[in-house]
């Protein structure tokens, strides 16, 4: 490649194609150069291409045929080069051989605190295009308002975009994303929101978990409404899911509803649990549907008790034994519940306030000093 | 000359130069590592030959060692603002053609483009400890555009082969420079007198 006179050009250059087309290109050596076609070769990303796809167009110009052409291997073309006998590099050409865009589908976004908007998308092909393809994603007031171009890209994934400001409530937005390549340009359908039914906070803050006492089968967690929601927002719903030490497995409690506070039960003693918490922005500003759960919080670690009881503390048969039949009960109160009428008010939970209450009272008949 | 001769502008500059040198070794390990990304990201074979490009100062320099100290900084001055202006268009073509798609190397090309900038600030610095302070700028156009797109990543390549060999050879112009002072070439001479 030279300064003032390239010694050779190629046709076409720098082409865009789709996957399997077919491609003659010619590679003509200039004039001041003392070169003959037979003394040029071609190669493709470094591959030499064979002798037998070549023809002489002229005393000067050799060309190559490429049939059936494969998505290009970087995104910033396939280089087909001509080189002289000796190797060195007379001329080259980028290929850029893909597929056109596909129409982005998937479109979900959320709104921090109603302050932003963050949507992200998928593309809408399956593989790739083997080009580099823009993604743009616009919005606009449903009834008026110009089109507007969101800026900042890539905020929660590749394929996402961020609106920091300027956000009307209280009115839908239609939002849709433009992807666009060499060989063309495909729009998404438009998606309807209404920035308050996308709403999401922050995680809970300040989780505390501690023991309850002596009792070695519960926990307490406390923690504070995100403060965001303390301005705008009465009815947050939180859900909670906690799990053992060296376990994957958490459990859900669903039902804590806005208290900022509950009691895990039915707990193994002496055991490290990690407990977080998330809250649901639910029914803004009278909205009767429930926004998007925040992240989790952070998780907390707290462990229950270990009982003191019987010689040399801890008895796991009897922790075994109790698992066992609490396990039991569950399914027996179940099958009550289906089988038995009017005994609805049964179930595990008011075996677990009953364990909660017989431990209560040993403490104390111990404090006594009186035995059962 | 003889405030760049005084003591202390014997102690500036060759503090000037230890840093600049230090500066120039992280400089050329960084671009090696650029290089490396450039070709694979490119298409192109490392060790392809790329003639000597327009707008590219060449590393190579017959009778080195008859240069002054002074010559020297005159010409790596005129080099690393040319490397800048090379550095600027190579990021914004690339931006162009790849967008965001490729931020490893727009970063690796905007971080190597700081550091040449850097460089070239810490060379005006030691001039200015000469009488005759760092050359402007103004007839300084831009560099000239390659035809295609293929020739863009050939020049690429040769900016980024030709700037680590300047780095080698910056660091070695600075070590003459702490050594023999600006008035005098590698060739033993006589000592400057404060």
Not at chain 1, 98 to 115: A, D, F, H, Q
Not at chain 1, 297 to 324: I, M, V
Not at chain 2, 8 to 35: F, H, P, Y
Not at chain 2, 148 to 156: D, H, S, T
């Amino acid at each position: 490649v030279s300064p003032a006179a390239a010694p050779a050009v190629i046709s076409p250059q720098d082409p865009t194609l789709l996957i399997g087309s077919s491609l003659v290109a010619t590679c003509t050596v200039s004039p001041d150069f003392p070169l003959k076609a037979e003394d040029l070769y071609w190669t493709l990303n470094g591959r030499r291409l064979p002798a037998a796809s070549y023809a002489a167009l002229g005393p000067s110009t050799l060309s190559v045929a490429l049939a059936r052409l494969n998505g290009s291997r970087q995104q910033s073309g396939d280089n087909l080069v001509c080189h002289s006998r000796d190797g060195g590099i007379l001329a080259g050409s980028c290929l850029y051989v893909g597929l056109p865009p596909e129409k982005p589908v998937n479109i979900t976004c959320w709104s921090k605190n109603m302050k932003d908007l963050t949507c992200k998308w998928a593309p809408g092909t399956e593989g790739e295009t083997f080009l580099h393809t823009n993604y743009t994603l616009k919005y606009k007031l449903r009834w008026y308002g110009r089109d507007n171009t969101c800026q900042e890209y890539h905020t929660a994934g590749p394929y996402s975009c961020h609106i920091p400001k300027d956000l009307a409530l209280f009115t839908p937005y239609e939002i849709w994303v433009e992807a666009s390549n060499r060989l063309g340009v495909a729009v998404s359908d438009v998606v309807m929101l209404d920035i308050l039914d996308v709403v999401t906070t922050d995680p809970p803050s300040d989780v505390h978990v501690s023991r309850v006492g002596d009792l070695e089968d519960q926990l307490s967690v406390r923690w504070s409404s995100p403060p965001a929601l303390k301005d705008f927002l009465f009815q947050a719903k939180y859900q909670i899911q906690y799990r053992v030490e060296d376990s994957s497995e958490w459990k859900v409690v669903d039902d804590v509803g806005n208290q900022t506070s509950c009691r895990l039960a039915g707990l193994r003693p002496g055991t490290v649990y990690f407990v977080q918490v998330r809250c649901n922005p639910f029914g803004i500003y009278g909205s009767k549907k429930a926004g998007i759960w925040s992240d989790w919080s952070n998780p907390t670690a707290a462990s229950t008790p270990r009982s003191e009881r019987g010689a040399g503390g801890c008895d796991p048969k009897g922790g075994e034994q109790n698992t066992t039949l609490r396990r039991e009960l569950k399914q027996f109160f179940g099958w009550v519940k289906k089988h038995a009428y009017g005994c609805s008010n049964l179930g595990i939970k008011l075996y677990d306030q009953w364990r909660v209450w017989l431990q209560k009272s040993h403490k104390t008949r111990n404090q006594v000093g009186k035995e059962p | 000359m003889a405030g760049a001769d005084s003591p202390s502008a014997a102690l500036r500059r060759r503090d000037l130069c230890a840093r600049g040198i230090r500066l120039a070794g992280k400089m050329r390990s960084d671009v090696v590592d650029l290089l490396d990304t450039y070709v694979e990201r490119q298409g192109l074979d490392a060790s392809a030959s790329v003639a000597a490009v327009e707008g590219v100062p060449p590393a190579a320099v017959e009778r080195w060692d008859e240069q002054t100290g002074t010559q020297r900084l005159l010409e790596n001055l005129a080099a690393y603002r040319a490397f800048r202006a090379l550095l600027a268009q190579m990021l914004e073509e690339q931006r162009e053609q790849l967008g965001e798609a490729d931020a490893a190397l727009g970063r690796a090309l905007a971080a190597v483009l700081l550091q040449v900038s850097a460089f070239a600030y810490h060379l005006e610095e030691l001039l200015r400890l000469e009488s005759r302070g760092p050359p402007s700028e103004e007839g300084d156009g831009p560099p000239p555009q390659p035809q295609g797109l293929f020739e863009q990543k050939l020049r690429g390549l040769g900016v980024l082969r030709e700037l680590a060999q300047w780095a080698v050879r910056s660091a070695r112009d600075l070590r003459q420079l702490a050594k023999h002072g600006p008035g005098a070439g590698s060739a033993p001479s006589p000592a400057e007198s404060p």
